[in-house]
Antibody, heavy 123, light 108 residues
Framework: EVQLVQSGAEVKKPGATVKISCKVS????????MHWVKQAPGKGLEWMGL????????IYAEKFQGRVTITADTARDIAYMELSSLRSEDTAVYYC????????????????WGQGTLVTVSS | EIVMTQSPATLSVSPGERATLSCRAS??????LAWYQQKPGQAPRLLIY???TRATGIPARVSGSGSGTEFTLTISSLQSEDFAVYYC??????????FGGGTKVEIK
C-alpha cells in the first residue's frame, strides 16, 4: 500500500523557518516526482513546487521562489519542504503528493496525497 | 500562467440526482486535466485524469469529459459520500500545475 505520512503540526513566529517532512512507503521513492501544495484556511489548492528525488532537482512556483526549498533524502525515502521568512499568510495546511512516474511525466497528476501538515504563523 | 475557473462555486443537489460541475481553462490544456475530491479535514483524492479516465477505485457514476478549454465532471446519482468539494487541475505545461477554485457540492 502506498502511503505518505507527514510530520506534525507546527506553530511558528513571523520571520521563522519551518521544515515539513513526508515519509514515503509502498513504492520506489526515486521513480516518481514529489509535489508540495498549500491550502490556506477555507481556501483552494496552490501548487508550490516539486522535486525529483533521484537527483534532488527541484522546480518552484514563481510565487514561492526564493522562500521555499524542496529536498529529498533517498536513504530514508523522505521528502522535505522548507519555507522561510514566514508571515501570517503562510498559515495553511501543506500537503505532499506523489507526482508522475519519471518515465511518463506527461501525466502530471497528484496521487496519492499525504494527510497534510498544519502550519500556524502567529506572534 | 493558465487560470482555471470552476462553476458554480456551490451546487445544491438532492441525493440520487445528477451533479454537473464545470471547469474552464484560460487557454487550451488539451486533455491534460484532472479532478479531485476533498472532504472536510481530509486530503484531496484523485478522481479523474486525462480529462476522462477514472482513477483506481473510482465508481462508474463519476465521469469526466471535455478537451481544450471546457471540461465537465458528472456524478450521475449522488450518494451521501459524494458531498464534498471538487477541484480541477491542469497539467499541460511541465511541471507547472494550477488548480481551479473549487465547487462545493452540498445536500439540497
Amino acid at each position: 500500500e502506498v502511503q505518505l505520512v507527514q510530520s506534525g503540526a507546527e506553530v511558528k513566529k513571523p520571520g521563522a523557518t519551518v521544515k515539513i517532512s513526508c515519509k514515503v512507503s509502498g513504492y520506489t521513492f526515486t521513480d516518481y516526482y514529489m509535489h508540495w501544495v498549500k491550502q490556506a484556511p477555507g481556501k483552494g489548492l496552490e501548487w508550490m513546487g516539486l522535486v525529483d528525488p533521484a537527483d534532488g532537482e527541484a522546480i518552484y512556483a514563481e510565487k514561492f521562489q526564493g522562500r521555499v526549498t524542496i529536498t529529498a533524502d533517498t536513504a530514508r525515502d523522505i521528502a522535505y519542504m522548507e519555507l522561510s521568512s514566514l508571515r501570517s499568510e503562510d498559515t495553511a495546511v501543506y500537503y505532499c503528493a506523489t507526482g508522475p512516474l519519471k518515465s511518463n511525466y506527461a501525466e502530471n497528476c497528484l496521487d496519492p496525497w499525504g494527510q497534510g501538515t498544519l502550519v500556524t504563523v502567529s506572534s | 500562467e493558465i487560470v482555471m475557473t470552476q462553476s458554480p462555486a456551490t451546487l445544491s443537489v438532492s441525493p440520487g440526482e445528477r451533479a454537473t460541475l464545470s471547469c474552464r481553462a484560460s487557454q487550451s490544456v488539451s486533455y491534460n486535466l484532472a479532478w479531485y475530491q476533498q472532504k472536510p479535514g481530509q486530503a484531496p483524492r484523485l478522481l479523474i485524469y486525462g480529462a476522462s479516465t477514472r482513477a483506481t477505485g473510482i465508481p462508474a457514476r463519476v465521469s469526466g469529459s471535455g478537451s481544450g478549454t471546457e471540461f465537465t465532471l458528472t456524478i450521475s446519482s449522488l450518494q451521501s459520500e459524494d458531498f464534498a468539494v471538487y477541484y480541477c487541475q491542469q497539467y499541460n505545461k511541465w511541471p507547472q500545475v494550477t488548480f481551479g477554485g473549487g465547487t462545493k457540492v452540498e445536500i439540497k
